[in-house]
């Protein structure tokens, strides 16, 4: 079964600065990876979709790395903003979609 | 283009009642989920659909049906409600390279 692990569980930053989630998972054989935005109370926000074939993507500020041969994915996103202030989900699809936990994040302005 | 919606938002039961929740995609997706989000649980697969016609068990089926008799539709039917099934359900669709896009959730209370 695949299990995927998100850490830190929860991140606190000053306005500006950069952020860095990140995502493990046990079973490399997988399809694609995803990362959501939650806002609570909210559904689920897909911000970037990334093949089993491709080594990273990019929109905007947001930019996510995969390595399959180490099980990880890497959320980066940079000069963040007191709107980016929510819990970002890392989810993998071996055909069907496996989820963390999420990081919750904070931005202080 | 109202992409994934899902009817009711809100639900409250007794246990024992029946409901319907109503999931709906405009985006001509082929695949179609329903997943259950619970405090310390994260999101958990209930129920897929790979097709009109079609449906499949996810992680936590028990206690619930689906169907998918039109390609744009995926009900979930709780036959006899549970306390234990007090959750927000999530439907989501899934399309090319099955990138999913989730619907607004319907927060359910089983008293």
């Known amino acids: 079964k695949q299990e995927v692990t998100q850490i830190p569980a929860a991140l606190s930053v000053p306005e500006g600065e950069n952020l860095v989630l990140n995502c493990s998972f046990t079973d490399s054989a997988i399809y694609n990876l995803q990362w959501f935005r939650q806002d609570p109370g909210k559904g689920l926000t897909s911000l970037l979709l990334i093949q089993s074939s491709q080594r990273e993507q990019t929109s905007g500020r947001l930019n996510a790395s995969l390595d399959k041969s180490s099980g990880r994915s890497t959320l980066y996103i940079a000069a963040s903003q007191p709107g980016d202030s929510a819990t970002y989900l890392c989810?993998?699809?071996?055909?069907?979609?496996?989820f963390g936990a999420g990081t919750t994040v904070t931005v202080r302005a | 283009n109202a992409g994934v919606t899902q009817t009711p938002k809100f639900r409250v039961l007794k246990t024992g009642q029946s409901m319907t929740l109503l999931c709906a995609q405009d985006?001509?997706?082929?695949?179609m989920y329903w997943y259950r989000q619970d405090p310390g649980m994260g999101l958990r697969l209930i129920h897929y659909?790979?097709?009109?016609?079609?449906?499949a068990k996810g992680e936590v089926p028990d206690g619930y049906n689906v169907s998918r008799l039109k390609k744009q539709n995926f009900l979930l039917g709780l036959e006899s409600a549970a306390p234990s099934q007090t959750s927000v359900y999530f439907c989501?669709?899934?399309?090319?390279?099955?990138?999913?896009?989730f619907g607004p959730g319907t927060r359910l209370t089983v008293l």
């Open positions: 985006m001509n997706h082929e695949y």
């Open positions: 989501a669709s899934g399309g090319r390279y099955n990138e999913q896009f």
């Open positions: 659909s790979v097709g009109e016609g079609t449906t």
């Open positions: 989810a993998v699809n071996d055909y069907k979609l496996s």
